[in-house]
């Protein structure tokens, strides 16, 4: 049966393009027609009519390009996962996956987790057996022995072993490739401002996973592993932070500029357990600035991490913008420009005839308010209505004038733990 979606607004997903008094006709899981509502009446019989009316926009389903389903955004989850069985693990996930679709995500691409369960929770989706975004799954990530996240059971070095690794987790079912190519902040003994890989070892990935269509995020913190990563060609870098030896975060211009010039899109996984700190330690004008500069900037939160719950993912946009994007700028890096840096623009990330039926209802026009996209009448995930089961109880605005919560960076000898 058709289902027709009416609201005030439509915002497309493309840039600036809206429709008023506008209908969506959704027809098994696809975008049937988009017109107006004169002209319903020509449909015929055996149609559903869902009219949201005054105030109302509906606009493509969010995209969150950088989460972990296994991590339950708790305030140690790397333990939770580390202590619980493959049950357990399995049902966290589920759960996380609820709770993006609870935040209007209908689709998300899952950067790494154990025992290839984010390929299993993405079947049990596809298959109906479980409700949650549409999954793109990498495996375990790619990293050195002992680096960062080595326990999702991703270690491997040299060129040759690296094209292996390439190749197995394609076998696996991975849709894309994740490289840590620095250490990061939740596992002991690595270093975020510290490079992982060689450039050689990259160069081998990027070449294997493009051979196959896939596509390679690169979690990247320090400016060599940045450096490196974008000379080795990756289609994401992920966090772009810069972060130095001494936790600070200083960023390097001319990396920048090749950032832009490449059009790597970037991912700064701004969310809600790093705000607090993020509002402290960069500038406040640091998106516009990277925007002004032509980089391509897309939205993903890393959710699941330390205090980052998944249903959290609007604070991630709303802090975009108070970093200096406009709110045009902040939708279309959570739609349509987020499915083209994750390869499946043709597929969604907007409103189009043909494309799949993802999309949310809201109250109020998120280009005026951000948070209007909290208020959320209706999901619907592949032509499937979803009702939300989780709350976000955390905004940008009421956090950022809280009391400041700045992660602990210890250093000794050589080893960062803490947040
Ligand atoms: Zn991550």
């Known amino acids: 049966m058709r289902t027709v979606y009416i609201a005030d607004l439509i915002l497309t997903g493309a840039p600036q393009e809206s429709i008023r008094n506008g209908a969506v006709v959704v027809n098994e899981g696809k ?5 107006s509502v004169e002209e319903i009446q020509n449909l015929g019989d055996g149609v559903e009519i869902k009219e949201f009316g005054e105030g109302s926009t509906l606009l493509p389903g969010l995209i969150d390009t950088h989460v972990h389903l296994a991590f339950d955004g ?11 069985d493959e049950l357990e693990r399995l049902a966290i996930m589920l759960k996380s996956a609820r709770e993006l679709l609870s935040a209007g995500v209908t ?6 987790a ?7 929770v993405k079947k049990m989706i596809d298959s109906g057996l479980a409700r949650g ?3 793109l799954t990498v495996t375990a990530p790619l990293t050195v ?3 960062h996240c080595w326990f999702f059971g991703g270690e491997c070095e040299g060129v040759d072993e690296v094209r292996r690794r390439v190749r197995q987790a394609r076998r696996e079912g991975a849709d894309a490739i994740k490289i840590m190519s620095t250490g990061g902040n939740m596992t002991e003994g690595t270093l975020p401002s510290e490079p992982q890989f060689t450039l050689e070892e990259l160069i081998a990935i990027v070449e294997e996973a493009h051979k196959y269509g896939m596509k390679v995020a690169a979690h990247a913190h320090g400016a060599e592993g940045i450096r490196r990563s974008l000379l080795a060609g990756v289609d994401t870098l992920e966090h772009f932070s810069f972060t130095t030896a001494d936790g600070s975060m200083v960023e390097d211009a001319e990396l920048v500029e090749q950032t832009a010039e490449k059009g790597t899109y970037v991912c700064k996984t701004i969310c809600s357990g790093w705000g607090h700190y993020i509002s402290e330690a960069v500038p406040d004008d640091q998106m516009r600035t990277l925007m002004d500069r032509g980089v391509q900037v897309v939205a993903g939160t890393d959710a699941g991490i330390d205090n980052t719950p998944h249903v959290d993912y609007v604070y991630g946009l709303e802090g975009m913008a108070a970093l200096g994007m406009t709110n045009d700028e902040v939708l279309y890096s959570a739609t349509l420009k987020a499915a083209a840096s994750i390869g499946i623009a043709e597929e969604t990330g907007s409103i189009e005839e043909g494309k799949s039926a993802d999309l949310i209802v809201v109250q109020g026009d998120p ?6 996209l909290r208020n959320l009448k209706a999901v619907v995930a592949k032509g499937e209505e979803y009702v ?23 250093v000794k000898e050589d080893v960062i733990s803490g947040v």
């Open 31 to 35: 975008i049937e027609q988009i017109c």
């Open 74 to 84: 708790s305030a140690d989850p790397v333990e939770r996962v580390r202590s619980a």
């Open 107 to 112: 689709t998300a691409r899952d950067l790494g």
């Open 114 to 120: 154990p025992d290839l369960l984010d390929v299993r």
């Open 133 to 135: 975004p549409r999954m």
């Open 145 to 147: 022995t002992g680096g």
């Open 367 to 372: 280009r005026d308010d951000l948070q209007v």
């Open 388 to 410: 939300p089961e989780f709350h976000s109880e955390t905004t940008w605005n009421a956090t950022v004038d809280a009391p400041k919560y700045v992660p602990e960076l210890t």
